[in-house]
């Protein structure tokens, strides 16, 4: 027994090194779980900080997208069809930056491809690692105004044609332009709320029917559309000009369509130029006279507009004033697609000259396709990618 007894002598202290062992293990398992534990939360914090950056990309893309530049552009795969985000943008608040690129799927459908990071992953301050990064794309449609033309000519007041003078309601395809579809139908030549309409000597009017009474024109039809008002189209102008006398014609520079010159307003006449897919939204603030030579997008004149010899314009026009023309020009069409006035004054003092109302709605359509900002799909428009 005392052999026995001598044997076990230091065990305790085998016991109390194992038992240190074991709680020094539990302690740090313990650590490295709470270490584990914040790390996945801190990473799931920088996952949904760079989600919010994304977003926040993805709506700075929309509003301040430019319809100008970017709408007419070739369709995806074409290089020149990719247009790059501000890169990188800063998301409000310094939370982070983003950068990506919009793609055009169709004449109408568009893309939007961003990709998030908050700030700490995209300043590189994490060590040992990338950082988080979300991508997500929106699927956006083009959300054309609502003008609300039914007619080549749309007015409240009455209309004096004289000389050879003509307002057609036929749906017609500008000269030269192979990518419209084909005419629709018959549209009224003149839609007013009950004015006199007078044609003399060789004007005329055609349509289906020729005049049409709408009571329902106001004011308000020539101010108030569908998706916006006329000061926020005029707002939203990239031409913006006072009262004057003006001369318009396509300006290019180094080959490219040079938008910086007030007095570009496109090429509607010369299909497959530089300016041909160059639709201005145009502002004039008051009274101004056109004597040459073309332009087409949408035009807003706050007063009277004068259109001297073979002036045309492809789009839409509205007019706050009158509507006055006098030919003496080769060219017959003045206008292609829809004008809304709220008075119209059509005369022709040269019967050398036409003044000429054509409705056309591949005009319309171009420039509304060209000026209309973009909204998200309603069902679907939104996808996260990886």
Known sequence: MRRVLRDERGMALAVAIFALVVVGALVAGAFFA??????????????????????AGVQERVMSWRADSMNKRPLYPDSVGIYSVASPGTAPGGTGRYFGYSYKLGNNIFLIDVTGRDQKSAGGALAGGTG???????????????????????TQGGVSLVGNATVNGADQNPTGWVSCDPPGPVMPGIRDNGGNVTAQGNSN???????????????????????????????????????????????????????TVLTNWGDGMTPGSACSTYFPIIHIAGTATLNGDQGQGVLLVDGDLNVQGSYQFFGIVI????????GGGSTDAHFWGGVMAKNADLSIQSLSGHATLNYSSCSILAALQATSQISMMRQRGWIQLY
């Open 205 to 259: 009017v055609t349509g289906n029917p020729a005049v049409v009474n709408d009571p329902g024109l106001s004011n308000n039809t020539f101010t108030q559309f569908g998706g916006a008002t006329y000061d926020q189209m005029a707002a939203r102008a990239n031409i913006q000009l006072g009262p004057g006398t003006y001369k318009t014609n396509p300006a290019v520079a180094g080959g490219v369509c040079d938008h």
């Open 319 to 326: 007019i706050q004033g009158d509507l006055k023309t006098a």
């Open 132 to 154: 988080a990064r979300q991508r997500i794309g929106m699927i956006t449609r083009l959300a054309p105004i609502d003008f609300g033309i039914q007619a080549s000519l749309t």
């Open 34 to 55: 709470g270490t584990q534990e914040q790390r996945v939360g801190e990473n799931q914090r920088r996952v949904q900080t760079s989600f919010g950056v994304a977003e």
